[in-house]
């Protein structure tokens, strides 16, 4: 049977993601992407008879949906992903330029992702911190997510967030003996890069004992 009596008006687009840009020891490198099911992909265009598409999620099976005839671009993106777990890179993309899809053809589609566009942020500290402090609790908060970084109960040690400033509540319980008080709620905020892993280490001031975040873009690469 024939692709167009089987599926009617409809063709196949066969999809394609390009090697997407990952972080490994401080060289940028890319690897294949293998998989698809944390994207969502989205359809625009008009079909040969002119009907206007837009934002249709396309659902792909084995790479390949079968879709009305037309002119159309493409659009992937797990940006879900980016918003859970503690290592989650958000990648989007689309077609370059638009295709078009003939009556029982068959098109190959291709996705071109890059870089991560979300920034990853681990906690760490200095031997000067962990002398006095225990049971650290770091709250980062943009827009209406928030996460605690830290070594306190139900806390994780990174996270990813869109780019831009995060803010941060920052306390600590005083080490028995250390001769400092707990740490209740030192606030301020951090500017993360799109595509980077970057570090905040908390350390002391020698003199003051004042607590500095340092914050130091590790490396463009792998959310591991």
Known sequence: MRLQDEHGGKGRIVLALSDIQVFTDDVVTRTTLDDYSGFVFTLNGTTVDGWTVRDSVITFTDNAAFIEAGTYSLSAQNLEASQTGSGCAYYSGATAEDFTLTVGGTMAVSISLGAPQNAKLTIAYSDAFTAKYQNVRMTLT???????????????????????????????????????????????????????????????????????????????????
Not at 162 to 175: R, T
Not at 188 to 209: D, E, I, Q, R
């Open 142 to 224: 943009r827009d209406e997510r928030s996460v605690d970084l830290g070594s306190a109960d139900g806390c994780q040690p990174a996270a990813c967030f869109p780019a831009g400033s995060v803010s941060y509540v920052l306390s600590a319980a005083a080490k028995s003996g250390s001769h400092v008080s707990d740490i209740s709620a030192v606030a301020g905020s951090l500017s993360l890069a799109a595509g980077k892993h970057s570090t905040v280490t908390l350390t002391l001031n020698a003199v003051t004992g004042e607590i500095i975040p340092l914050v130091e873009g590790t490396h463009s690469g792998e959310f591991d």
